[in-house]
Structure formats: structure tokens, C-alpha cells
């Protein structure tokens, strides 16, 4: 491969070199494939190549993951980029990566409309095996995500969950239209119907303009009227500030539910 002398080098094009390196039938995979597919945020300094040849001593720069040799249907290109296709990266994701990052990755994959869950359980039925690195993570998100399942709209939804989990409280509604007078009000993040708490997260990218900012003040107004108490949550709230986030919540829901609201205390109050 040959570059420009004076032309900077990118990221891309270190990936393309490194399966060039790794000869014919090398592909870009694991967190570098991950990276670029956009369902993971790849921090490791390496550049993740699967192929099925014998590598003695790679450069450090390059993490080779030996494996059978990969069939056309778990290939992908970007540009002229080999890369594993996105239901095959993720299995092999599976083998480096936490299982929470591996759940975060799957939801990211599945909101982006990369993969299906049927075409990731092919794949589990394919390569997984006991004794594989990262089978039994995977086999357990794949059997709590049945037919049907949706996942949150963004990684802070995600998180935001953790945090409810973790602190063994009850599960709210995902994305629940509420309204006042048969008029919308509007599509609630989080909502507990019959404690009637309305919760809306807000991310980085949450929009500022005037007129925006108008229209949530004016929704948590019909929220308010309509017997709602609207809660909202920031990015930092749930990361950097999370035991105020579950005192919050606790308080409103021991003011307002009807019933008790920790999990380990099922009621009629969780629906």
C-alpha cells in the first residue's frame, strides 16, 4: 500500500494496512470492527485483525486474533476495507469486552438497525461452544432479550436502568404516550403510570434552542395538570451524581406509589 508523502495518516487507513499486513482473507475485528460499525467505543490502542494464517510476532500496534477461515457471509467492506460484518464482530467482541459493555454494544447495534436478534442467535448457534470466550455472556443477553424485545432509545435510557436495577427498584414504562383531554401531551421516557411520575432524560446532544426549551417547559405544565410529577435527568445526574437520582426517586415513589416499590417486593403496583 502506498500513501502521499506530506498526507496525514487516519485511523482508516491504519486499519486497511493492518489487514493488508495480515495477508489475503484478513479482516478488520473485535474492537476495531466494532469501533467502526459506530456500537462501540473502542479506547484500545491496538488495531484488531482476525485471519486464518500463523503470525509470529505481530507489531504491537496489532492484536492478530487466529481463527477458521472466515466465511464470505461474516464479511463486510467499508470503502475497500475487509471487516467483519456486524452480527460476527460482536461475537467475537464477546471475547474481549465486559459483559455490560457487550450488552451496551448489542442494544447500540440493534437501535442502529445493524443486526437482528435471530441473525445473532445463528451466529451464537455457529460459533459458540462451551469453553469460547464470551459464549456464556452472550447466550444469557440473547435468552433475557426474547421475541419482541426493544431496546431504549440511547445509552443513557441504558444506564439509567443500571442505576434502577442496581438499587432493586421497580421498572417504570419505556417511551409511554401520555395525554390530557385525548390531546398527546407527548412520548415519556420513563414513566410510573400509577404513581403517575413522568421521567425525562436528557443527553449531550439534548437540543437548547429557545423554542425547544419552550415546548418542555409547556409539556411539564400539562404533565403537572394532568396529575403527573416530571422528573428530569441529565447525563451527569445518572453517571456522576447517581444516589441523589435514587433518593429522588425513592421519595416520589413512597410519596405517590400505591404499593411497594422495591423489586425484591412485587406488587400490583409493577406492570
Known amino acids: 500500500m502506498y500513501a502521499l508523502a506530506g498526507v496525514a495518516s487516519c485511523h482508516l487507513q491504519n486499519v486497511m494496512v493492518a489487514c493488508l499486513w495480515a495477508g489475503p482473507g484478513a479482516a478488520a ?20 485483525v482476525m485471519t486464518a494464517r500463523k503470525i509470529d510476532r505481530p507489531p504491537s500496534e496489532i492484536q492478530v486474533h487466529r481463527t477458521a477461515p472466515l466465511r464470505p457471509a461474516d464479511v463486510a467492506a467499508i470503502g475497500a476495507l475487509p471487516i467483519t460484518k456486524p452480527e460476527r464482530t460482536l461475537m467475537a467482541l464477546a471475547g474481549v469486552v465486559s459483559v455490560s459493555e457487550l450488552e451496551l454494544s ?6 442502529k438497525c445493524l443486526i437482528t436478534l435471530e ?14 470466550n464470551g459464549t456464556a455472556n452472550m447466550r444469557r443477553l440473547l435468552e433475557a432479550r426474547t421475541d419482541g424485545y426493544r431496546p431504549t432509545e440511547s445509552r443513557l435510557e441504558d444506564a439509567f436502568l443500571r442505576l434502577l436495577r442496581k438499587h432493586d427498584l421497580l421498572l417504570p414504562q419505556r417511551q409511554r404516550e401520555v395525554r390530557r383531554r385525548s390531546q398527546l401531551i407527548g412520548r415519556i421516557d420513563f414513566v410510573y403510570v400509577e404513581a403517575r411520575i413522568a421521567i425525562e432524560l436528557d443527553g449531550y446532544g439534548f437540543h437548547s434552542d429557545r ?28 453517571h456522576k451524581r447517581p444516589l441523589r437520582v435514587i433518593a429522588e426517586l425513592s421519595e416520589a415513589l413512597a410519596a405517590r406509589a400505591p404499593g411497594p416499590f422495591y423489586a425484591g417486593k412485587r406488587s400490583h403496583f409493577e406492570r
Open 29 to 48: 475485528s473485535h474492537r476495531t470492527a466494532a469501533a467502526l460499525w459506530g456500537f462501540y467505543e473502542n479506547r484500545a490502542q491496538v488495531i484488531d
Open 106 to 111: 448489542i442494544d447500540d447495534a440493534l437501535r
Open 119 to 132: 441473525g445473532l442467535r445463528s451466529q451464537l448457534e455457529t460459533l459458540g461452544c462451551r469453553g469460547r
Open 211 to 238: 423554542a425547544a426549551f419552550q415546548r418542555d417547559r409547556a409539556r411539564n405544565n400539562q404533565l403537572a395538570l394532568e396529575g403527573y410529577l416530571p422528573l428530569r435527568y441529565t447525563w451527569d445526574d445518572v
